[in-house]
DNA sequence: AATCCCTTTATTTTT
DNA sequence: TAAAGGGATT
């Protein structure tokens, strides 16, 4: 049985993946290029582990970066070896895997059951309240001090190893760090950063919590791996026990998200605490034709500090030459995209199959007009995300405080949504009095409302019981619901007993006088019908006391908080009918992991791509930034499987400023490279928008 | 509580 | 340019 289903699993990989899938338990570097099947290999090893090494699914543990991915892979392996295996598996962020452990351990963790999940958003508002509190003067934003306390975090700095430590002008910063670390414990809530944080602090600190894992996790697949930060990284470390194997996929020529503390020298670094490791390198490319691959490996070749410098091998013959357009400005370079789709379009390619790629969402916006004028159906990937919209985060801010009452940032948000009489005023004074007595807000309330219940109580804090009466009664009747009511039934209480979907409908009836699009109560609507699909199925196997299978409401908020992300986006919205071919638009930050037929790479020019920020950037003596924008650029050359049009145009109009600009630094030195060859041996073509009928020939 | 008007500011955003 | 946030006004 065991040879029979090896060989079914290595057929059809070619000689470096089938070095990956069957490669002996140990750690293992994969550096697979672009299109080289990298997704393919770790669905394969995974079943390779089940079906020939006869581990168990519950001994495997497979990482990655989306919930997208993740999904994606679950799917894919359940094909492989069936889908009540696959719920044994643990296939999931980082994130998520660190918030089932810390749910499941989370008095060692010093956290309280049901602590709350901070999404970003939330997390800025909180800064931005402390900041306020403390009448900060400085220089520095909410958002900018919620990634300074994240790049802290990643360092595994708290506030007190930072003040020892950390000189910065700006002394107010380690002040709020402080306050900010000290309230997220009283109202018991983590961030994201925290997440990761508190589980690298809760293996370090419990030896038994550590060991546990140490004997369960047997393999350990991580995708993605140039994007893991150092946290995640140690994370790793110590979730891996002298037992267990670590198989770490990634491409450093893919690595794009450094500014967000992504280090792909992770892969390097990888290879020494790990040691020892077997390192596998895929370059069979199966994605693109070689022109588009020569123009790919021509432009990456060129980057420094590449890890280990590969050349991406085509299998889908030579292919239409790459085209490089050269347009007057960015009206051109949109309508050469528009009526290039439509002439493609009308030789039988589907809408799904296009893709324009650019540098900034701004470029979007003309995109956008042409194509709706030319009456082009699209879709803009990387909007506004469902689960961030201000009507949804009300709601689900209502379900905050329910799971957890010590939420005051929660509390805060709702406590006046819809308007109930509790306005600035109420709420300082109900703080104030919360200060003095150490508890959250939801507790003063409550004592409040009881503390007035006696005779001689002053007039004023009769009043303003009552008024908060309103609220805590509410907040009582919801409680009540969550005792009787199933998950989605819940949420629909939630957003109708607190009056939230009429107060939406009028605000909708108000400033669409009627029309039909964007309205608000229909999210909310959307949020019921989340909630009742979201049918409890966790995948991977639970652990002891794990509050997630007793909860569905907090199963359900933690899982939303931790995808809040474009696919809910999408298909939240379009509902049941069979989905509308549509042209793809997103940031080539976007488009990494996808690929389309025909690719368009809008605004590849001078001051856009690279970026204007990245050209004077030479930190640490190197030109990171600038190295990262050629990756970029390398992934959005990548995600072409048959024509790739890379547009420019000479002037453009940035900031309400019309500049002139030109061919990218990137194309110059492409063209440059080609050179001493003959037109007909260069993998691209330059020309004019204008001879387009020509060129498609 | 909603509206208006002014100022500010402007890459990328997996969780 | 244009969008978003803050502050003052109704």
Redesign the pocket.
């Known amino acids: 049985m065991s040879s029979l289903d090896s060989d079914f699993l290595l057929k059809n990989l070619n000689e470096g993946q089938k070095e990956a899938v069957s490669a002996p338990l140990s750690n293992v570097l994969v550096i697979a290029g672009a299109g080289t099947g990298k997704t393919r290999v770790l669905v394969s090893r995974i079943s390779w582990l089940v079906q020939v090494e006869n581990l168990k699914p519950r001994e495997i543990m497979a990482v990655t ?4 991915a993740a999904k994606e892979m679950q799917e894919r392996i359940a094909m492989l070896i069936g889908e009540s295996n696959v719920r044994m598996l643990w296939a999931s ?1 980082f ?2 895997v660190c918030l089932r452990l810390l749910r499941s351990y989370s008095r060692q963790a010093g956290l309280q059951p049901g602590f709350g999940v901070l999404d ?1 958003d939330n997390q800025t508002a909180f800064i931005k309240r402390i900041m306020s509190e403390i009448d900060y003067i400085g220089e520095l934003k909410p958002s900018e001090v919620a990634s300074k306390i994240s790049k802290f975090k990643e360092r595994r700095q708290r506030a007190a190893d930072v003040a020892f430590s950390y000189k910065e002008e700006d002394p107010y910063l380690v002040k709020i760090y402080d306050i900010y670390e000290r309230e997220c414990i009283s109202q018991n809530v983590v961030d ?1 950063s925290e997440l990761l944080l508190r589980t690298v602090e809760l293996l370090e600190n419990n030896e038994s919590v550590r060991d546990l894992q140490h004997r369960r996790f047997k393999e350990i697949l991580v995708d ?1 791996f140039q ?1 893991t930060n150092s946290l995640q990284f140690d994370f790793l470390k110590l979730l891996a026990g002298p037992q267990t194997h670590i198989m770490a996929v990634g491409d450093d020529d893919q690595s794009i ?1 450094g ?2 503390g ?1 280090d792909y020298t992770n892969m390097s670094n990888f290879k020494k605490d790990f040691a020892p490791v077997k390192t596998v390198l895929l370059k069979d490319n199966y994605r693109s034709t070689q022109n588009i691959l020569d123009m790919a490996n021509t432009l990456i070749a060129k980057g420094s500090e590449r890890l280990l410098p590969k050349v991406l091998e085509g299998n889908n013959g030579v292919g239409s030459k790459v085209n490089i357009i050269k347009c007057a400005s960015e009206y051109v370079e949109s309508d050469f995209i528009v009526n290039t789709i439509k002439l493609l379009h009308a030789k039988g390619i589907s809408y799904d199959d296009f893709a324009v790629l650019y ?4 470029q979007s916006l003309l995109l956008e007009q042409r194509l709706s004028i030319s009456g082009i159906p699209f879709v803009i990937y ?1 909007g506004q995300k469902f689960f961030e919209r201000a009507e949804i985060q009300d709601a689900l801010a209502y379900m905050r405080l329910l799971l957890n009452p010590l939420d005051d940032q929660a509390l805060r948000r709702i406590i ?1 949504v819809p ?1 109930r ?1 509790i ?1 600035e005023k109420v709420v300082t004074q109900l703080s104030d009095i919360a200060y003095e007595r150490g508890s959250s807000l939801f507790e003063t309330i409550k004592m409040l409302i009881d503390y007035a219940k006696d005779e001689n109580v002053p007039k004023e804090l009769k009043s303003l019981a009552k008024k908060l009466s309103v609220f805590y009664d509410l907040m009582e009747k919801l409680k009540a619901c969550r005792e009787s009511q199933n998950l989605p039934d819940l949420v629909r209480s939630v957003i109708e007993i607190t009056g939230l979907v009429d107060y939406y409908k009028q605000k909708d009836l ?1 400033s669409n006088k009627g029309a039909l699009d964007n309205q608000k109560h229909k999210n909310l609507e959307q949020l019921v019908s989340n909630a009742s699909v979201f049918n409890n199925e966790r995948f991977g196997e639970a652990l002891e006391n794990a509050e997630e299978n007793l909860d569905p409401l907090l199963n359900f908020i933690s899982n939303v908080t ?5 696919e809910l986006n999408a298909e939240g919205i379009e509902g049941e009918g069979q989905r509308q071919a549509l042209v793809n638009l997103m ?1 080539m ?2 488009s990494k992991g996808l690929e389309f037929k025909v690719v368009f790479l809008a605004g590849f020019e001078k001051n856009l791509l690279p ?1 204007f ?2 050209e004077n950037d030479f930190r640490e003596g190197q030109r990171r ?1 600038y190295d990262e924008e050629r990756r970029l650029a390398y992934v959005g050359i990548t995600r072409a499987q048959e024509r790739l049009f890379i547009s420019y145009a000479l002037s453009r ?1 940035v ?2 400023r019309t500049e002139n600009t030109g061919a990218s630094s990137f194309l110059r030195e492409i063209v440059a490279q080609y050179k001493e060859q003959k037109p007909d041996d260069r993998p691209y073509k330059i020309s004019l928008p204008d001879i387009l009928g020509s060129l498609l020939k």
Request: aromatic residues 12%; proline residues 2%; hydrophobic residues 20%.
């Open positions: 970066f989306t919930n997208k962020t994130h998520s970003t994201f993605e994007d998200y500014w967000r992504a540098r900034t969402n701004q990387g006046n308007p009489r306005g108000k931790l995808s809040s992300s474009t940031t930050h976007a970026s920020r990245s930034a109009t900031y309400g």
